[in-house]
């Protein structure tokens, strides 16, 4: 019934989007409708600590995993629409957008999140494909929506890459259908039904399912952003307007690389851990070091933090290819505060492009001078974002690290250990630049629009709670744990 | 098994790598688009043609969806996109076409070796045929990185979808048809989209040479 | 446990009143929370230490995945109790002393989350909950080294060079830590039980790894780069936190691993760290003599100290294993006890610089002088700190280092030639520091608070207000207790040194009011010292004044005849330690600029004379700037890899594809 | 009391009275025989201790701008060099508290002396107070160290760092006296002993140029009474280093019983050792010149580099 509930909400609120021409208050209610799945996606997770749900046929299916993720598409997505309206306000005032393309805006955002919602609730691993390459198409527009040539050739390069990426990823799907359909012994009905495909798992041809889990690490790794093919990722973020940067680098990525952890295990089942953990490892280290060396010397605000996106994907790449339940649990925790934190850093980011009028990190200058409460809050984020605790990324990569050496991973661990101190490093000398570069006694700029307290305590409090997440059990562990047993042996 | 059966889909399987090839080859816009008609067509025919014999309606269904999408609605697509275009000629491609070829070569042995470990699982008439898939995923790749005409990426594109497609046709007969049509709409709408940018793009910017824009850049 | 956790729940409760506090009624409630907290846990740390009993707890409802694993033994009770000294201080002292950025909510959360994660590390018992706690350690002190920042600009550097190195320490122990963890339990009883499984080379890489963290965060050379610039940088009770306490984590962390999780394993292990000590001991020493800022000479004799107490732990674990269990003891205890001294006296002084910082608006030695007269409680307590530090007989440091040496020198006996090589390098570096730190602290006391004042600052300073000189005076008057009767503390200390080791139980030291080694000759009765000089010091005054008149006539100062001197002519900090500058000139590498400007008419006139001495940190220019030069290089280098060009991104998306394809 | 007690007292007693008469007295006896050696009459061995006498008599007199501290360094510098002398083993092996003359309570001691002095020098905010001050913490940063190593070697032979327990090991193995590690020591001591009581080629005692003054120029601004417990002080330090380095290398005739008579014994043998001690470091001043400032350090670190060599010889031969 929740399943339902979730898919029918977001699917009203895009229809009330697209029917109604834009008002502010259309911001509001899509907004409503995030938080309304964040409610029902923590039913959900408590209902399906019990057993997976079904809904529609057994077409739609919730586990603990799915479950999960619907929390963090709530949670990022209600971040991201809560700012709708702000951000539609600055463009129409500015003249960047008009009313129809503010319609179409929300449309797309919630076109977006519901096809989010049906990668992860659905049954069908198929379809899970097709929401996923869904996705690409309404986030184009999104990218592009400034319309201006940066935009455009943002979004041009990113429908091209995705596109081919995830068509390698199709591939990888129908050829564990191939396979399925000759496994040898067990007689069964194939489908891409998620149960199906893992009842037949340990019966699937090796070498097959090699070349399919090669192929869907490529072409999903593309949509997560993982190296070599992450190229299309620093130009999307960087030109996509702020909210819709936070969806895509707070869940986007996440929904694809939660499709990656569904194939992992089908893929270890069939092949033991051997292959798909060396695969994974490799994409994930190289990730980690591209965006290393990336950040070191990067110039922009938004393309730092699409690489410190690249970065986190890279650990939760590393995380996935160890693949104990320590390093899923993990992995699902370090998902859901990259999630939050990598939102509050772009929407904060946002209002700091908007305010000093550039994102060219050494024209942004003594921020927490000027801005006080948006330099706090951008600070914290990056605190959070370098996994420094109390913030629950230390504690999910602190644990992802134990659970890789416990597999005698050390010399990985090694490796990005050295990467994330060294992202440390530029992150902090970008960040000095930007909070405290420049002349020291700036007084604080009243500015005409300045962040409401009911966006700064958003964004505060969902600081705060990943402080929570990070110290407290309660909230999540037994979600995590159950979740990471639905895709390890 | 009746032959004709199978001469026909080793022909159209055959007629959809060869398109792929010739549009390495040939360098007309125009005349890349044409052949991508010709390789939806067979596409389509090969689908019929399997679903005729295993007496599948789902994948009839799909045959007629490839038909329509990918031997109609995509080709008329890009045929209009090219028409606008006054340069409609991919006129120096990264890698130039005699190279292109070799290397065309190179990818299908390639896909031979690597589609003989996935043909081994089962083999059979069918399935053996299943490496022209791959080769046309690959040469379409290869178009994708080396052509610098936006329609000619598009197409590049279009070729590695629809080399996917055939290997699904033969491998599988046919993924489930709800994935099979999200897929075909997933690939019009990508060229939909595609289109829309270019035009808007023109319609917006000075520069209407998508595939050369590098302003952003580290 | 119960006293222990309340200490650490009003440290967490003292961080949220500063966090949500209106601004005029956040300071003192904040701070004097703060301190009730340090003194639960002084309180429950003298406990432990007297008792003897460890105490445990765990939960499993805070910290995710792993949960929170608290153990407090007398070793790490004794660390609680440094902390718990200096951060009661600290607390007091930030009533007076809280203004503009540290008076932040930000700032005052922070601090009190600093005193919390300093009181809790010694008692973390287990991986996950130890990493946590000492990276938000190094959160809030970096936070907190940023709280002036709008007026030190310097700051922001000290904060990124401090975040770097803690950064790479803390993953430097986390990787250790997990090399012994690796497929069993995390917390340290599981690690000390798995360590023992562990091949000698395997053990030894986790504890050289470890050891990088620690001894950065210790600050020993050359590791020590950012200690010089951050402990500065940071407002004066967060320094005092900072040297006092949050060094001696190091330390701890070096002794926890080393000696109990990884059980002593070879001498080579400690050999390292005494060679860390004695760098650390002669660097900080030379740079200390050399520097001019207060702080920065503070920072500089913190590393030095910090190279003793290294040299007492190296020492104590390689005699431990060549079979000189008592002797190992006797060093233990003396780098504990010198630990514990430090705190004192470096957190009163660390108080004193900050004090002179607020009275006179400076920290260059060059611009003061003169305070004794207008600041008689700062400079007292600059003086004591600074004998203390010079190892004046009776007061703290004395007993630290006496028994140190002692320690060193029943070491000779030992029959393995490296360890001999330590015990000796660590006795030529305890004497040889003994002359340089001297000279820097007479250098602190004479140029800074005698003579005449040399800027308008120093000139119109006044001392500073009642909750900072009692402070202070806290501090100073605990040290000299513990340097007068260190008696007192003999059974505690016998406890945090003790290992499970055997050893010949009638060696240690006496109980008493002095130091009494037992089984090994050697004593000092500091508060007989101190009677004797006091005894003789009042008689030669009674004497004095009786022989002469009282009245005391004043004139001008000798100055070659002429008749008026002014403050300019005075020695300077700078021209104080030159000739030792030079004599040292190939190690400290000083730079020195003239600019000689001509009159116009003649060259024989000059206009003017300029003259720069800078001394630069060697290892830092050598050794860092090159290492950073080249990730700057590598990183403008990579940029080209993302030129903009969509075909070279499919390009290497192709290649990946065909690279899985024939791997696959 | 026991008697012990009493014993102790007795010769803490008798070794301050003996080295506060006897340090001025050395001081005299090197000047006669420098003074000799030049050709010329000199003045009476007795002269410091005259000239003590008189400036008790004078007037105090500060500088303006002194703080308290310029009245209390003299003091200071005294009292730690009298508790110096009271618990070392000069003329018995056991006077009061001989169980805390520590090598490192009496090398600190004389560093607290010595601090004591250059803060008093820098009191006073002149150039020359400042530059006696920071010469004087210079040469002591260099010779304090030489100094405890060089007894540190002797330690490692009676195992302990307690002095009158050296003393009391030496006496019973005699044999010790002219070991390589002993030797080496004791020119090394014979360094620090020059460097540190103000000697040529360190420095000259003697010098009235304010710019080569190192010890002198530290106490120019005092006066009167302060002066004079000034140069007691250093007197007696003087007199406490001399017999240390007598009684630490040749140790015989020092009162180790309890009885009235070894202690009168005592204080024979040690004005005997002193006065030879001193007669040589007369004949090196005379035959030495001082040194450029710049040079000491050389002189200084060969005297250290002699007490490492004495610890590793010692610990060879062990």
């Known amino acids: ?383 959070s974002l370098v996994a420094l605790p109390p913030f629950s990324l230390f504690v999910s990569e602190l644990n992802m690290a134990r659970a890789e050496v416990d597999a005698g991973l050390w010399w990985a661990v090694a490796i990005s250990l050295v990467c994330l101190a060294v992202i440390f490093a530029a992150l902090a000398r970008h960040a000095r630049q930007m909070l405290l570069g420049g002349a020291a006694d700036v007084p604080p700029t009243a500015l005409p629009t300045a962040l409401p307290a009911s966006l700064t305590t958003l964004l505060v409090g969902a600081l705060v709670a990943c402080v929570v997440l990070g110290l407290l059990t309660w909230p999540l562990q037994s979600l995590l744990v159950h979740a990471a047993q639905t895709v390890t042996p | ?160 979808d629809n080399g996917i497609a055939l290997m699904t046709f033969l491998l599988t007969s046919g993924v489930p048809l709800i994935v099979e049509l999200g897929a075909s709409l997933d690939v019009l709408l990508v060229v939909v989209v595609l289109q829309f940018l270019m035009v808007s793009m023109r319609h917006h910017s000075a520069t209407d040479r998508l595939t050369e824009m590098k302003a952003l850049h580290d | ?371 004794i007269h207008s600041m008689p409680v700062t400079t007292l307590v600059v003086v004591v700190g600074a004998g203390s530090i010079m190892a004046v007989p009776t007061l703290s440091g004395f007993s630290s280092e006496w028994l140190l040496l002692q320690g060193l020198l029943h070491g000779f006996g030992a029959a393995s030639t490296p360890t001999v090589i330590v015990v000796l390098l660590g006795v030529v570096a305890l004497a040889l520091t003994g002359g340089l730190t001297a000279v820097a602290f007479v250098k602190l006391v004479g140029i800074g608070f005698l003579g005449r004042a040399r800027s308008p600052g120093a000139a119109k300073a006044s001392e500073v207000s009642m909750s900072m000189r009692v402070a202070m005076i806290w501090l100073t008057g605990a040290g000299v207790v513990i340097g007068l009767v260190p008696g007192l503390l003999v059974a505690a200390l016998d406890r945090a040194a003790a290992t499970g080791r055997a050893r010949d139980a009638a060696t240690g030291l006496a109980h008493g009011t002095g130091l009494v080694l037992t089984g090994l000759h050697g004593a000092i009765a500091p508060a007989a010292l101190l009677g004797g000089l006091v005894v003789v010091m009042v008689l030669v005054g009674v004497l004095n004044q009786r022989a002469t008149q009282r009245r005391v006539r004043r004139v001008e100062a000798w100055g070659c005849g002429r008749d008026e001197q002014t403050p300019r002519m005075q020695y300077t900090a700078t021209s104080f330690a030159e000739p030792l500058q030079r004599v040292f000139a190939d190690v400290l590498r000083p730079q020195a600029d003239i600019e000689v400007t001509h009159v116009a008419e003649s060259r024989y006139y000059e206009q003017s004379l300029a003259y720069e001495n800078r001394v630069v940190d060697v290892v830092e220019a050598r050794g860092y700037r090159p290492i950073i030069d080249g990730v700057l290089r590598v990183g403008r280098g990579a940029r080209r890899l993302q030129n903009g060009s969509i075909h070279r991104y499919l390009a290497l998306g192709f290649l990946a594809l065909l690279v899985v394809l024939v791997v696959a | 009391m026991s008697a012990d007690f009493w014993y102790g007292a007795l010769a803490t007693l008798i070794q301050v009275v003996v080295v506060a008469f006897g340090g001025p007295l050395l001081v005299g006896l090197m000047s006669k025989v420098k003074a000799r050696s030049e050709g010329r009459v000199g003045a009476p061995v007795t002269q410091p201790l005259r000239d003590l006498w008189k400036l008790v008599a004078k007037e105090r007199l500060h500088a303006r701008h002194a703080s308290v501290v310029l009245g209390l360094a003299p003091t200071v510098i005294l009292a730690s060099t009298v508790v110096a002398v009271a618990i070392s083993p000069l003329v018995s092996t056991r006077p009061w508290l001989s169980s805390s003359a520590d090598i490192l309570v009496i090398v600190y001691l004389l560093l607290t002396g010595s601090a004591a002095a250059a803060l008093g020098g820098l009191d006073v905010g002149t150039a020359f107070g400042g530059m006696g001050a920071s010469r004087a913490m210079t040469i002591g940063a260099l010779a304090e160290p030489a100094l405890l190593v060089a007894v540190v070697a002797l330690s490692i032979q009676s195992k302990t760092s307690n002095l009158p327990g050296i003393v009391s090991a030496t006496l019973a193995h005699p044999d010790w006296v002219l070991g390589p590690s002993r030797l080496l020591a004791l020119g090394a001591l014979l360094i620090v002993v020059i460097a540190e009581t103000g000697r040529i080629p360190v420095d000259n005692p003697s010098t009235h140029l304010e710019l080569t003054m190192i010890h002198e120029a530290m106490t120019l601004e005092y006066a009167g009474p302060e002066l004079a417990l000034a140069t007691l002080g250093e007197a007696m330090r003087l007199g406490l280093l001399f017999s240390l380095v007598a009684n630490l290398f040749l140790p015989w005739g020092i009162s180790t019983q309890r009885s009235v008579m070894s202690l009168v014994a005592g204080v024979a043998f040690l004005a005997l050792k002193t006065t030879f001690v001193a007669l040589g470091v007369a004949l090196i001043e005379v035959r030495s010149a001082k040194l450029r400032l710049f040079r000491l350090p050389e002189l200084l670190a060969g005297g250290f580099v002699l007490s490492v060599l004495a610890v590793v010889t010692g610990l060879v031969a062990r």
């Open chain 1, 1 to 383: 019934m929740l399943i339902l509930a979730i898919l029918v909400t977001s699917l009203t609120a895009t229809g009330i989007a697209a029917a109604l021409t834009w008002r502010p208050w259309i911001g509001w209610m899509t907004a409503a409708s995030s938080a309304v799945v964040l409610g029902l996606g923590v039913g959900l997770s408590v209902t399906s600590l019990s057993g997976p749900q079904w809904a529609l046929h057994h077409s739609l299916r919730a586990d603990s995993l799915s479950a999960f993720m619907v929390v963090v598409i709530g949670a990022v997505s209600l971040l991201a629409t809560a700012f709708t309206s702000r951000t539609m306000h600055q463009e129409l005032t500015s003249g960047v957008t008009t009313t129809r393309y503010a319609r179409h805006y929300v449309v797309l955002t919630q076109v977006f999140i519901t096809c989010m919602l049906s990668a992860v609730l659905t049954a069908n691993l198929g379809v899970l494909w097709v929401s996923i390459e869904a996705t690409t198409i309404a986030t184009t527009f999104l990218v592009s929506h400034r319309r201006t040539d940066g935009a455009f050739e943002a979004s041009w390069k990113y429908v091209i890459l995705c596109s081919v990426g995830i068509a390698l990823a199709f591939l990888g799907t129908v050829l564990i259908y191939y396979a399925q359909l000759h496994t040898s012994g067990v007689a069964h009905h194939a489908s891409l039904d998620w149960t199906t495909v893992m009842s037949a798992a340990h019966h699937l041809d090796p070498r097959v399912t090699r070349i399919a889990f090669a192929l869907l690490v490529v072409g999903y790794g593309t949509k997560v952003g993982l190296a070599p093919l992450h190229s299309w990722l620093p130009d999307a973020h960087s030109q996509a307007p702020a909210p819709v940067s936070a969806l895509m680098s707070g869940v986007l990525l996440s929904v694809a690389f939660y499709g990656l952890l569904r194939f992992r295990a089908v893929a270890v089942a069939a092949l033991g851990p051997a292959f798909p953990r060396a695969l994974l490892l490799v994409v994930g280290l190289v990730s980690l070091l591209l965006a290393t060396v990336m950040l070191i010397a990067q110039r922009d605000l938004k393309r730092m933090l699409a690489y410190s996106s690249i970065e986190h994907m890279g650990l939760l790449a590393i995380g996935a290819a160890v693949g104990t339940p320590l390093a899923i649990a993990a992995v699902l925790l370090h998902i859901l505060g990259h999630g939050v934190t990598k939102s509050v850093m772009f929407l904060s980011a946002g209002e700091i492009s908007h305010a000093q009028g550039t994102t060219e990190i050494s024209r942004i200058t003594a921020l927490l001078a000027r801005q006080p409460t948006l330099g706090g809050i951008f600070g914290f984020g990056l605190l």
């Open chain 2, 1 to 160: 098994m009746s032959t004709t059966y199978v001469g026909v889909l080793e022909l159209a399987a055959g007629a959809v790598l060869l398109s792929a090839v010739m549009t390495l080859w040939r360098r007309s816009v125009r005349a890349i688009v044409s052949m991508l008609r010709l390789q939806g067509v067979a596409l389509s025919v090969v689908a019929v043609d399997l679903a005729l014999h295993e007496h599948e309606h789902a994948l009839l269904a799909t045959g007629a969806l490839v038909l329509v999408v990918k031997g109609v609605a995509i080709p008329a697509l890009l045929r209009r996109i090219a028409q606008r275009d006054p340069r409609s000629r991919e006129s120096r491609p990264l890698v130039n076409v005699p190279a292109s070829l070799v290397f065309a070569a190179a990818l299908i042995v390639l896909s031979y070796v690597v589609g003989t470990r996935i043909t081994a699982l089962a083999p059979s008439v069918v399935t053996n045929l299943a490496p022209l898939g791959l080769a046309t995923v690959l040469v379409g790749y290869f178009m994708l990185v080396t052509r610098r005409h936006a329609v000619s990426k598009i197409v590049g594109l279009i070729l590695v």
């Open chain 3, 1 to 371: 446990m119960g006293l222990y956790l309340a200490a650490l729940g009003l440290c967490a409760v003292a961080a949220a009143a500063g966090a949500l506090l209106p601004r005029r009624r956040r300071v003192t409630p904040t701070a004097l929370l703060g301190a009730l907290g340090c003194l639960a846990a002084l309180t429950a740390a003298l406990r432990i230490l007297v008792t003897g009993d460890a105490v445990t707890f765990h939960t499993a409802q805070v910290l995710p995945l792993t949960g929170l694993s608290l153990s407090l033994d007398p070793l790490g009770a004794w660390f609680v109790l440094t902390s718990a000294f200096v951060g009661v201080a600290a607390c007091v002292y930030l009533v007076g002393y809280a203004r503009e950025g540290l008076a932040s909510r930000t700032a005052m959360a922070m601090f009190m989350v600093f005193l919390l994660t300093l009181v809790a590390v010694p008692a973390a018992s287990s991986v996950m909950s130890f990493m946590f706690f000492w990276e938000l350690m190094a959160l809030s002190s970096l936070l907190l080294i940023l709280a002036d920042q709008s007026r030190h600009p310097e700051a922001r550097s000290a904060a990124i060079w401090y975040g770097v190195m803690t950064h790479l320490g803390a993953a430097s122990i986390l990787l250790g830590f997990l090399v012994v963890a690796a497929g069993g339990g995390q917390s340290f009883s599981d690690l000390s039980a798995q360590s023992s499984a562990m091949s000698p080379l395997a053990r030894g890489i986790a504890f050289l790894l470890i050891l990088l963290g620690f001894a950065s965060k210790a600050g020993a050379v050359p590791l020590h780069v950012w200690l010089p610039k951050a402990h500065p940088a940071a407002p004066s009770p967060v320094s005092a936190l900072m040297s006092s306490a949050m060094v001696a984590m190091g330390v701890y962390g070096i002794i926890r691993v080393g000696r109990d999780l990884l059980h002593g394993g070879s001498v080579w292990w400690w050999v390292v760290v005494s060679l860390l000590g004695v760098a650390s001991a002669l660097y900080g020493g030379l740079h200390a003599t050399t520097s001019t800022d207060v702080k920065r000479l503070l920072a500089y004799s913190t590393i030095d100290v910090v190279g003793l107490v290294l040299i007492g732990v190296g020492a104590a674990g390689a005699l431990g294993d060549s079979g000189l269990g008592s002797v190992a003891h006797v060093a233990m205890m003396g780098a504990l006890l010198l630990v514990l001294a430090h705190a004192g006296f470096k957190g009163a002084l660390f108080l004193a610089a900050g004090a002179v910082e607020r009275a006179t608006g400076t920290r260059d030695l060059d611009l003061l002088g003169g305070l």
